[in-house]
């Protein structure tokens, strides 16, 4: 049987590994550089072309322009126009691409036991939100009964512990059991790097409300896998 050809037509621009590996065709649709945190940054909803700029400080205009677009190309991401009296333009992930988050979350929790990697660099609002739920561990959460908000610069999330779940995306902190504020670098180091949270409190990087032996307990859910060894030189 005659296989159909429904894939679309690239461009021409585009390096292509032709090769039937599906791994290879994932390559050709996010392998550029960047695509994938594009991507990561919709994971949460649409963003405006300011806004994934500024959480990709390190993309400039034009490349950024190019990975959205070519995720356009590839049926991953979808322009949109938000209602009046704002009219602005967004992009967000179609239904397709959200499929990539558990993606994504293998290989960020896969690439955090390499030696090099770093958790104290810099980081997005979506980047830490996102690597809750891909870190949690649920069996220390046992018992959890609470709505946890978080305040990252202009944006707002709420996690909620229920029946043994966790679930954890955009929305209102108001109203809950306990809400961080303070950057995404800053809540990075209280789970991720064991900083002690009165030091980053007195510091001003990061600022509680609600209760503290819940907060300090949320750090702790998230353990990160041991290190991969380095192979001796010469072997």
Not at 40 to 64: Q, W, Y
Not at 94 to 100: D, K, Q
Not at 113 to 134: E, K, M, Q, V
Not at 143 to 169: H, M, N, P
Request: with cysteine; aromatic share 6%.
């Amino acid at each position: 049987m005659k296989l159909q050809n429904v894939t679309t037509k690239p461009s021409p621009s585009r390096r292509r590994y032709d090769d039937a590996c599906g791994t290879a065709h994932a390559l050709d649709l996010v392998g550029e550089r960047w695509a994938l945190l594009v991507m990561r940054e919709l994971m949460l909803g649409s963003k405006r072309f300011s806004t994934l700029r500024a959480d990709l400080p390190g993309i400039s205009a034009n490349v950024l322009t190019q990975r959205l677009e070519g995720l356009e190309a590839a049926g991953l991401v979808v322009r949109r126009r938000l209602p009046p009296p704002s009219g602005a333009q967004v992009y967000e992930l179609t239904e397709w691409g959200y499929e990539a988050e558990p993606i994504i979350q293998t290989l960020g929790r896969w690439a955090t036991r390499s030696p090099d990697h770093d958790p104290s660099l810099p980081l997005s609002a979506t980047s830490i939100i996102l690597s809750f739920r891909t870190m949690i561990d649920l069996e220390p959460a046992k018992g959890i009964e609470a709505r946890i908000g978080f305040r990252i610069g202009k944006e707002s999330f709420l996690g909620s512990f229920s029946g043994g779940a966790f679930t954890i995306a955009r929305g209102p902190a108001e109203n809950a059991d306990l809400v961080f504020t303070g950057s995404a670098t800053a809540l990075a180091a209280a789970v991720y790097g064991g900083q002690d949270l009165d030091v980053l409190i007195a510091s001003g990087a990061l600022a509680i409300e609600g209760d503290r032996a819940l907060a300090e307990r949320f750090t702790t859910l998230f353990p990160l896998p041991a290190k991969a060894a380095r192979p001796e030189a010469g072997t």
